[in-house]
Nanobody, 123 residues
Framework: QLQLAESGGGLVQPGGSLRLSCVVS????????ISWFRQAPGKKREWIGC????????PYPESVMGRFAISRDNGVRTAYLQMNNLQPEDTGVYYC????????????????WGQGTQVTVSS
């Protein structure tokens, strides 16, 4: 069973940065495509990027392109979401999710989720 745990959220001022971590356990990390999603209050959960052993195979959505980037460290079984130039509209709960091998933007294909970490962007 794949288990994921996010950390690194918090309160940040507009224009600031945060790096979220997603520690993965239970199955071979190298075989997992890790996506990040976020959910703002009252909105649907939004896919914001994915990285697998094949790299970043889908472009980041326009809402985060050029500001967010996903990386992985196989040695510590961790995926990261670096978020720069954060804006109030980036506020929400951020989740990492895993699926086998290849990335997808389809939320329905992800069976394994972390508990989420809150990111609040406010002055």
């Amino acid at each position: 069973q794949l288990q994921l745990a996010e950390s690194g959220g918090g309160l940040v001022q507009p224009g600031g940065s945060l790096r979220l971590s997603c520690v993965v356990s239970g199955l071979a990390f190298e075989d997992q495509a890790i996506s990040w999603f976020r959910q703002a209050p009252g909105k649907k959960r939004e896919w914001i990027g994915c990285r697998s052993r094949y790299g970043v195979t889908f472009p980041y959505p326009e809402s985060v392109m050029g500001r967010f980037a996903i990386s992985r460290d196989n040695g510590v079984r961790t995926a990261y979401l670096q978020m720069n130039n954060l804006q109030p509209e980036d506020t929400g709960v951020y989740y990492c999710a895993g699926k086998r091998l290849v990335c997808s933007m389809d939320i329905e294909l992800y069976a394994h989720w972390g508990q989420g970490t809150q990111v609040t962007v406010s002055s």
